[in-house]
Antibody, heavy 120, light 107 residues
Framework: QVQLVESGGGVVQPGRSLRLSCAVS????????MHWVRQAPGKGLEWVAV????????YYTDSVRGRFTISRDNSKNTLYLRMNSLTVEDTALYYC?????????????WGQGTLVTVSS | DIQMTQSPSSVSASVGDRVTITCRAS??????LAWYQQKPGKAPKFLIF???SLQSGVPSRFSGSGSGTDFSLTISSLQPEDFATYYC?????????FGGGTRVEIK
């Protein structure tokens, strides 16, 4: 079955960096674009970034562009999110998520999330 | 960026009730709209794509409608497992954006 398992979250000081990973199984990673979506404590969902199936294209939400980098290693079945210059506003549960197959516009599988807390 | 506005922010309803949630886009998105359900402590669940197409395995009591800027999600007969928060998401262009969510609570 499809599984997405995030790791790498933790407590980090403002201005520091963190790299999240998402290990996937149960499907062929290089067939799918992949997303990161975050959710601040008690708040709604915020889409963060997407990377194309071959890793050549990326898009970001405005608040993270230039600070975050989404990437993937299809040979390792792993998605990444490099986060630099973190601020308290980046505190959230970060979900790794799979884009649905062609002809279906949406996100069909989600991990359970990894919590990032930015605090001094 | 396309802004998505959901209403109401919360609704109280009873089992068996018909519930409708609305979502408005700041620009026309044709039918590029998805709906998700999220229960406390859980990841979101994909319900509907292309505004009205039911994702595989989703009960038929869920339905979606709309196009352009105005959309709705209807639960025809609310079941105990449907008490959750619902989010719309535009899939028309990047950056993708979600609505603020609608919490469906037990009356």
């Amino acid at each position: 079955q499809v599984q997405l398992v995030e790791s790498g979250g933790g407590v980090v000081q403002p201005g520091r960096s963190l790299r999240l990973s998402c290990a996937v199984s149960g499907f062929t990673l290089n067939d799918y674009p992949m997303h990161w979506v975050r959710q601040a404590p008690g708040k709604g969902l915020e889409w963060v970034a997407v990377v194309s199936d071959d890793g050549t294209s990326q898009y970001y939400t405005d608040s993270v562009r230039g600070r975050f980098t989404i990437s993937r290693d299809n040979s390792k079945n792993t998605l990444y999110l490099r986060m630099n210059s973190l601020t308290v506003e980046d505190t959230a549960l970060y979900y790794c998520a799979r884009e649905a197959p062609e002809e279906v516009a949406g996100i069909d599988y989600w991990g359970q999330g990894t919590l990032v807390t930015v605090s001094s | 960026d396309i802004q998505m506005t959901q209403s109401p922010s919360s609704v109280s309803a009873s089992v068996g009730d018909r519930v409708t949630i609305t979502c408005r886009a700041s620009h026309s998105i044709s039918n590029w709209l998805a709906w998700y359900q999220q229960k406390p402590g859980k990841a979101p669940k994909f319900l509907i794509f292309d505004a009205s197409s039911l994702q595989s395995g989703v009960p038929s009591r869920f339905s979606g409608s709309g196009s352009g800027t105005d959309f709705s999600l209807t639960i025809s007969s609310l079941q105990p497992e449907d008490f959750a928060t619902y989010y719309c998401q535009q899939t028309n262009r990047f950056p993708l954006t979600f609505g603020g969510g609608t919490r469906v609570e037990i009356k």
